[in-house]
């Protein structure tokens, strides 16, 4: 993925290539998910669904992937390992991205990331 700033017209270029879902390891993220818990999930799934779906534009996935990226990483703000908080800051990070890409998530994501948290997460 590039991200590029045009010197002429100084709009913002992005470009990023497209991910088959057979290329992001939903393992791992399922690992990390487990360990975090509901709440901390759907916003991930949703923006995992946000990556993997052809419609979403550029800047949205670098985004998307830049929160989820902070969420996989284990040095951040607030160490994951801490019981009760330590994911309360890739919440933050995801809930906040997600929040600017709202409009970009359709029903049928939010039907898609809801089936992976009820199977992941039995209620």
Not at 7 to 15: A, G, I, L
Not at 56 to 63: E, G, K, M
Request: with cysteine.
């Amino acid at each position: 993925m590039i991200l590029a700033r045009s010197n002429d017209s100084n709009q913002e270029v992005f470009e990023a290539e497209v991910l088959e879902s057979s290329v992001i390891d939903e393992s791992l993220l399922k690992k990390i998910l487990l360990t975090a818990g509901r709440s901390i999930a759907q916003p991930a799934l949703e923006g995992f669904e946000l990556i993997i779906d052809n419609s979403t534009p550029p800047q949205v996935r670098i985004s998307i992937i830049g929160a989820l990226t902070y969420l996989i990483v284990p040095i951040d703000l607030i160490p994951d390992f801490i019981p009760g908080s330590g994911f309360s800051d890739d919440l933050v990070a995801l809930t906040a991205v997600i929040s600017l890409w709202q409009h970009h998530i359709t029903p049928e994501m939010k039907f898609r990331a809801k089936c992976k948290l009820d199977k992941w997460f039995p209620v």
